[in-house]
Nanobody
Framework: QVRLVESGGGLAQAGGSLRLSCAAS????????MGWFRQAPGKEREFVAA????????DYADSVKGRFTVSRDNAANTVFLQMNSLKPEDTAVYYC?????????????WGQGTQVTVSS
């Protein structure tokens, strides 16, 4: 099973930016599609963004399109989430996930999460 460790969370002001990283180990990183999900207090976990094994395909939730960008560096076994134009409603714990296919991410391996807090 692939192990995932997120980093880069913190406090940002509305309109600001943060960049999350997720470092993978234990398996061949390029064999996994990667995704980002988030869970706000009192809400269910929701999909944010995903990227295919090669990086050639990406997908985004409507709420973050045009503001967030997912990317990956297969040589460094790391996936990134660049978050711009942050809004208070982006406040949540952000998790990365790994699975052989994007469609299987919910059932894949998960990290422990990193807190993102956006102040108004």
């Amino acid at each position: 099973q692939v192990r995932l460790v997120e980093s880069g969370g913190g406090l940002a002001q509305a309109g600001g930016s943060l960049r999350l990283s997720c470092a993978a180990s234990g398996r061949t990183f390029s064999n996994y599609a990667m995704g980002w999900f988030r869970q706000a207090p009192g809400k269910e976990r929701e999909f944010v963004a995903a990227i295919s094994r090669s990086g050639g395909k990406t997908d985004y939730a409507d709420s973050v399109k045009g503001r967030f960008t997912v990317s990956r560096d297969n040589a460094a076994n790391t996936v990134f989430l660049q978050m711009n134009s942050l809004k208070p409603e982006d406040t949540a714990v952000y998790y990365c996930a790994a699975a052989p296919l994007i469609a299987l991410l919910q059932q894949g391996s998960w990290g422990q999460g990193t807190q993102v807090t956006v102040s108004s």
